[in-house]
C-alpha cells in the first residue's frame, strides 16, 4: 500500500498508526530501558558527536516515541532537562508511564515538527531517533529545528534509514519470511496472527503507510545546511548487525513470543552485539555512510545565526 499523497494524510496515518501501537511498542522493538539500553544511546549520540558527550542545560527531542533517547541520556547525566514531542497522544502517554517508572521528570508536548511552539533560540540541543522518514515537509522542519536552537547549540538526528541500506536490507527480510516456517517447527514455537502484534488490529495495515522517505547522506547534509546551520557531519551505522538484527526480528515476528526457546533469545542478542562492535570498530570508518541501513547526521547553529 503506497504512502499517503499530502502531508495532511501523512500526519494523519502517523498518529493514528503510532496511537495503536503506543502500548505495544516498547516490547515490538526490544526496546530497553536498562544499562544496555544506555550504552546504545549514548554511543550513537558520542558517534554523532565525534567524541565525549557535553552536559547539555535543556533539550528538545522531536518524534520522541516512547522516551528510548531522552530518558537514557537523562539518566546517563548528558541532559540536565528535557522537553519531548509528538504528535501521537497514545505515544507521549506511553513516554510520561515510562518517565515515572524511572523516576525522571519531562515536559511533553504534542506538535508539529513544521510548527514548534517554543521561543527561538530555546534550546541547546534538537535531537531526534528515527523520525525524520515520517515528516512530510522537512525543509519546513528543519528551519524550525534551527530557529529554536540556540547558537552554537547541537542537532542530532540518529535511526534515519539510507536509501541504499534500505535496499540492502530488504534481502534478509525477504529471506527471513521465506524461512520462517522451517525456523519455526525447528523452535517449536506456533503462528502468531499479525493482529496481535499490536494492541489494535488494524495498525498492521497502517505501519506500510508511515514511513515517507529514505535518504542519501548528502540529501541529510543539505537539509541542515539549507536551514543555516554548519558543521555538519553524516555518518553510517549498522550493517551486518542490521542484516542479522532484521532476519531475526522477521523470524521472531511470526512465531507466539512465549514459545521462542531463551536460548535462540541469548542468540540474537549476543549475536546483534558482537556484529554491531564489528560494524563500528571495522566497517564504518571505512564504508561510504550509503551503505549502512541507518544514518546519523549532526551539525550546529552558527554564533551569528540566532533569528
Known sequence: MPAPATADAIRDVNVRYHDEAAANYDSKWGIDFGEVGRRQVTMKLRKALGGDLPRFRRS???????GYFTLHLMLAGVLESAVCTDISPGMLTALSANADRLGLEVETVR????RLPFADASFD???GHA????????PASFAEFARVLEPRGALV????????????AAVPKRAATLAAPIWRRAMGAGMRPKERMYAHPHAHELERQVDVHAFAPDELAALARGA?????????EELTANWFGWTNRVLEATAEPDEIPWLWRQYAYRGYLALQALDRRVLEPRLPAAVFYNLLLAASKPPRAAR
Not at 528538545?60 to 516512547?66: K, M, N, V
Not at 506538535?111 to 513544521?114: F, K, L, M, R
Not at 538526528?157 to 540492502?168: C, M, N, Q, T
Not at 543555516?228 to 553510517?236: A, H, K, P, S, T
Open 60 to 66: 528538545l527531542e522531536i518524534g520522541a516515541g516512547t
Open 111 to 114: 506538535t508539529e515538527a513544521e
Open 125 to 127: 540541543l534538537v535531537l
Open 131 to 138: 523520525v525524520l522518514h515520517h515528516l512530510p515537509d522537512l
Open 157 to 168: 538526528f540518529a535511526g534515519e534509514p539510507s536509501r541504499v541500506g534500505d535496499r540492502l
Open 228 to 236: 543555516g546551520l554548519d558543521q555538519v557531519r553524516v555518518r553510517g
